[in-house]
T-cell receptor, first 111, second 110 residues
Framework: RKEVEQDPGPFNVPEGATVAFNCTYSNSASQSFFWYRQDCRKEPKLLMSVYSSGNEDGRFTAQLNRASQYISLLIRDSKLSDSATYLCVVNNPGNNRKLIWGLGTSLAVNP | DGGITQSPKYLFRKEGQNVTLSCEQNLNHDAMYWYRQDPGQGLRLIYYSQIVNDFQKGDIAEGYSVSREKKESFPLTVTSAQKNPTAFYLC?????????FGEGSRLTVL
């Protein structure tokens, strides 16, 4: 089993749709979780951290399910500008280098 | 404005040549990282440094070398020993958790 797994997609959705991505992780001791967004041929940028209680930032909601070892990202009212690849990142215990990156989920929002 | 600057953005190299990618940050971050990204693959860690004058190999260090003589700078050398150097190289730094990335350097070996 991979350390971090994501559905690669692509997810093709119309503007205004709600779309959800899941990301599973294998290490039950993982401590920190993040969602990054990466546009084509650009660097990743932090979208949001994922907290145990779940967190929301505008149209974006992130949730953590420790029992089932997955995190999710929900995007409501999709915009064309949301089209990108969404990367799940897990920080395992130990030194700083233990950031494990998923391969990303591709989202295309269509007019 | 604080941030991470990578240069060059695009670089072409002939086989057998070494090339050095620059990474400079003014965020006062202790930890810096070099990643490589290939199409269809996730980010893979090449080298990282948690403090000046110290660095550690990542998962794919073979054919690469780094130095960390100053807190602000973490250059990466792609040597001729790297068999498949064509890739997108990303430098990052962190203070307390979030990784900040430079805009990347796209290396093509001809």
């Amino acid at each position: 089993r991979k350390e971090v797994e994501q559905d690669p997609g692509p997810f093709n959705v119309p503007e205004g749709a709600t779309v959800a991505f899941n990301c599973t992780y294998s290490n039950s001791a993982s401590q920190s979780f993040f969602w990054y967004r990466q546009d084509c041929r650009k660097e990743p940028k932090l979208l949001m951290s994922v907290y145990s209680s779940g967190n929301e930032d505008g149209r974006f909601t992130a949730q953590l399910n420790r029992a089932s070892q997955y995190i999710s990202l929900l995007i409501r009212d999709s915009k064309l500008s949301d089209s990108a690849t969404y990367l799940c990142v897990v920080n395992n215990p130990g030194n700083n280098r233990k950031l494990i990156w998923g391969l990303g989920t591709s989202l295309a929002v269509n007019p | 404005d604080g941030g991470i600057t990578q240069s060059p953005k695009y670089l072409f190299r002939k086989e057998g040549q070494n090339v050095t990618l620059s990474c400079e940050q003014n965020l006062n971050h202790d930890a810096m990282y070099w990643y490589r990204q290939d199409p269809g693959q996730g980010l893979r860690l090449i080298y990282y440094s948690q403090i000046v004058n110290d660095f550690q190999k990542g998962d794919i260090a073979e054919g690469y070398s780094v130095s960390r003589e100053k807190k602000e700078s973490f250059p990466l050398t792609v040597t001729s020993a790297q068999k498949n150097p064509t890739a997108f190289y990303l430098c990052a730094s962190t203070g307390t958790g979030e990784l900040f990335f430079g805009e990347g350097s796209r290396l093509t070996v001809l």
